[in-house]
């Protein structure tokens, strides 16, 4: 078991290595700086890509910063730690994150398409059920939402984690293992889903739509939080008004998004128009994605993924009523 002490300086030295200042500690009220943690895809990439945040807190004297992160673990662990502000997240992340006592709180909610996160094999791999996943490679990056998957496509298959060899992989690591063929399958999401099917030589051997509802969340340090509810507040408000705008005009939206993250327009388009996708659905926290974390976390600790009990409303952070 990872001590406590242990942990702290784990995150400590994830925050060191992502270039983030470790501080460990509460941030003063009213910011001058705010240090915002991003991935590859969604809206938070398209707002850095327009500016929307920096001209939202221009008139306030708030600059911003960012700190690209290839999966949620690490973005979460420098945000208990205090290197960070606010960034993006899976389901599966948070959990990590609470039971680790990092100092976060979940702050918002979106949702892509449940069809961005798949089970990919080689074309000619011999598997084509979910069974005959048994006894090989998958791969997946652990406390990500691959590793949700994972479970829960391996339950549909009747089969647990422990019957496959399980390969913890970071994206573009996974994304090489797959190519030269040194793993049999692999738990991925968009846009690292729609980069490898534009791969002839790939295989989707399931979707996680009808398996995982597709949650994921917006979290800030917890001291920030309180010291900047009002900060919070209007990133959510921003980044809601933002991507309804940004989803009813598609056709601009794709270029931004393709030269912000790197990912081909032919690619972007695909993550943007997959069924269910909506840039726009971004809200506060609501009761159904507490209860849908709590049940993950439930599960979690149940199949001893994560060390202990956590009770989800603990770090929820609630805007203040107007």
Partial sequence: MVTRRQTLGLIGASAIAAGLPFTGGARAATPKTLRIGWQKGGILALAKSQGALEKLFASRGISITWSEFSSGPPLLEALGAGALDFGPTGDVPPLFAQAARGNLVYAGTYKGSAEGSAILVRKDSPIQTLQDLKGKKLAFKRGSSAHNVAVKVLRKGGLALTDVTQVD?????????????????WSIWDPFTAVAQADPQTRVLTTAKGIVESWSFFLANGDFAKANPDVITDIIKELARFGKEAQTNLEATIPALSEITGVPQDITRVTLTRSDSNLGDVATISDAAIAYQQSLADEFFDLKIIPRKLTISDIVWRPKAS
């Fill in 169 to 185: 992989l970071a994206p573009a690591d996974a994304a090489a293992a797959f190519k030269n063929g040194s793993i049999d399958a």
